[in-house]
């Protein structure tokens, strides 16, 4: 079934590390502490990968839908996207925050 804004907000933590699926991959893992972070598991060459996309709130639920469907894209490309994910990081140069 899938997920709701509503439903991810009152996610509580618990003893253990657990997770909530929404489809398509996309799953909310929900820690110990507290923190709320977004995954999306998919094959690529035959082997299972995970990418994470990100921390709840910073990334919402529609968010997330939509940079998992970016991923899909570049799996069918024939492209990995952990790999992408940290080129565009290197090509991107960092603010450091003497520079602000």
Do not use: C
Not at 22 to 42: C, H, M, Q, S, V
Not at 58 to 87: F, Y
């Amino acid at each position: 079934m899938p997920l709701t804004e509503l439903a991810i907000r009152n996610f509580k933590s618990q003893k253990k590390l657990y997770q909530k699926t929404d489809g398509g991959g996309l799953a909310i893992e929900i820690t110990p502490a507290g923190g709320k972070l977004w995954r999306w598991r998919y094959y690529f060459q035959g082997k299972q990968q995970v990418l994470a996309l990100g921390k709840y709130p910073a990334i919402s639920l529609q968010k997330a839908r939509k940079l998992r469907d970016e991923a899909r894209e570049l799996v069918e490309a024939g492209k990995h996207p952990t790999r992408e994910k940290k080129a565009q990081k290197l090509r991107v140069p960092r603010q450091h925050k003497l520079d602000r």
